[in-house]
């Protein structure tokens, strides 16, 4: 680019535009919606944001659908993460309308720190599973065999602070086993990325995310053992962004569809009456 | 000399005051916000010192793995003339634009138990993921490309009299190398160096998908501050500010007041 050549008079110029564009394109992405793949709805609707466990995304996938073909006047917006990191993000001020999270201990957090409406309840129950890749490369045939090698077997596990990572220290609390974890993953999504990968000869993931990767691993049962499950808890923001939808969706929730949802993604029923309180 | 900072326009500062706040502020929050009186007595649990530790010393061995193959390939991508080199530094720099879990999937690609180099390994009993060994590959996958760049601009900038003067007086290619250009390019070595190694220290992405989390073995200071964020922020933020004070001397020493200890004297 020789100096006086148009090109170089006009950089600043060529510059200006481009920046424009760019801020346009941006802009034009940001403000349009997906309404080229889906029918415009009939009534309007109203989206409910719901921060929900990872663990918790085939049984929401249901209701959604379920929203979805009845045409409700309301759809998920749903976002997915380990619940510690639900949780921290929460408490740093992040804007939601309902949250699910995998343990009850997390909610009552959140409902001590006023984050929730008061009225915090169980959706399911979930269990533990050891999990390993299709091909098994570790040769496990059972929960014991597991133990037996555990020292010489690569396993993940979810991290302490996490509830399936909770849950997998009290099993070996209970149980007196140790499972030698060579890796210890944010979210039990992570540990079963592991698993279908066939990074890790085995991992502890829940039972529902077994079920939901059926094909790509195999799952083995785990004795029964005190507390060996974890509640599935939902809660209405303190401030929703959408009151009214918000409380719609909480009642679908806990109601017999919600049921129903979570059912079929493979959860377990939600605590007695009398067992599901916070305290 | 004509002085000429006169003649720049107003304008200018609009945008950069901008810019150097939202630069600046997040960092200094953190420090205002952080708890900086306990930060010792915080530091002093075992799960972070062993965090710290481990990073200390995967950053230094992932350094020492770029000082050994970065250089030679700096100083080939600014002398060398196979025909393949402009071909081969895009893709060598690649990893300086990659986002680290990209970065971190690719090594899993490579060297994960199904991956193509992985696999065989695998079969002869030799597991490279979940260990500190994987952590140092991660780190130097993602921090090479600092000391490739840093050594290629500096012998690039060098002139060829001191290598022509080396050579008539009967030094050989690798004596020229060792005795005459090395030196010369000692300050890009040294800042190719302290980058290579904070790059490495703050590595995440990559070593969360790569290498795992697994205290002692695996799990960096950075990973540790990603799980301490979700039970104990306070301790999160604790070992945030050791790691800022850290990248602080760095950056100070690079492209602070302190760079005229790597600047060439002549």
Not at chain 1, 41 to 62: F, I, W
Not at chain 2, 41 to 61: H, I, M
Not at chain 2, 180 to 194: I, K, N, Q
Request: aromatic share 6%; charged share 15%.
């Amino acid at each position: 680019m020789r100096p006086g050549s148009w090109f170089h008079r006009m950089r600043g110029v060529i510059a200006l535009a481009l920046l424009v564009c760019f801020i346009a394109a941006f802009v034009l992405t940001a403000c349009s919606d997906d309404d080229t793949e889906a029918e415009p709805p009939a009534t309007p609707t109203t989206e409910v944001t719901v921060l929900a466990a990872s663990s918790v995304e085939p049984a929401l996938r249901r209701v959604d659908q379920d929203l979805r073909s009845r045409g409700a006047s309301v759809t998920l917006r749903s976002e997915y993460g380990g619940t510690s990191t639900l949780v921290s993000q929460i408490r740093s001020g992040r804007a939601f309308d309902i949250v699910i999270t995998a343990s009850r201990t997390h909610m009552a957090d959140l409902v001590d720190d006023g984050a929730v409406a008061g009225d915090a309840y169980p959706l399911a129950t979930n269990r533990l599973a050891l999990v390993v890749p299709a091909d098994n490369p570790g040769e496990i045939d059972s929960f014991d065999d597991f133990i037996a090698h555990a020292a010489e077997l690569t396993t993940a596990t979810c991290a302490e602070d996490v509830p399936c990572g909770e849950l997998a220290r009290t099993m070996q609390e209970e149980l007196g086993v140790d499972v030698h974890a060579d890796t210890e993953e944010t979210s039990v999504a992570s540990v079963m990325t592991k698993v279908r990968m066939g990074e890790v000869d085995a991992g502890f993931a829940y039972l529902t995310d077994a079920e939901a990767a059926d094909d790509e691993v195999e799952v083995f049962e785990i004795p029964d053992f005190p507390h060996n499950d974890t509640q599935i808890w939902a809660a209405v923001a303190a401030e929703p962004q959408e009151q009214e939808a918000a409380e719609q969706l909480f009642t679908l929730l806990v109601g017999e569809s919600g049921r129903t949802a979570f059912e079929e993604a493979g959860f377990l029923p939600p605590p007695a009456a009398e067992a599901s309180s916070l305290d | 000399m004509v002085r000429r900072t006169s003649a720049l326009p107003g304008l200018l500062w609009l945008p950069a005051v901008v810019g150097a706040v939202l630069l600046t502020l997040p960092v200094l929050s953190l420090l205002v916000e952080a708890d900086l009186p306990a930060v010792p007595e915080l530091l002093a649990s075992p799960t972070t010192r062993e965090a710290l530790l481990l990073s200390v010393q995967t950053a230094t061995a992932a350094t020492g793995l770029c000082l050994v193959c970065g250089i030679p390939l700096g100083v080939l991508m600014a002398r060398g003339r196979a025909r393949l080199l402009p071909w081969v530094r895009p893709l060598v720099l690649l990893p300086l634009v990659l986002p680290p879990v990209v970065a971190g999937v690719a090594l899993l690609a490579a060297f994960g138990r199904m991956g193509l180099v992985g696999q065989p390994l695998h079969a002869l009993g030799v597991q490279i993921t979940f260990t500190s060994l994987a952590v140092v590959l991660a780190q130097a996958f993602v921090a090479m490309p600092f000391m490739v760049l840093s050594v290629e601009s500096a012998v690039a900038s060098l002139d060829r009299e001191y290598e022509e003067a080396a050579a008539t007086m009967g030094a050989g290619p690798l004596a020229t190398l060792w005795w005459v250009v090395l030196p010369l390019v000692r300050p890009g070595l040294l800042a190719g160096t302290v980058l290579c190694f904070a790059r490495c220290l703050g590595e995440f992405g990559a070593t969360l998908a790569f290498a795992g989390s697994a205290a002692g073995t695996t799990r960096t200071a950075p990973v540790e501050v990603y799980l301490l964020q979700q039970s104990d922020p306070q301790a999160a933020a604790a070992l945030a500010v050791v790691m800022i004070a850290v990248a602080l001397i760095v950056v100070g020493l690079v492209y602070g007041p302190g760079r005229r200890l790597f600047s060439v004297r002549r």
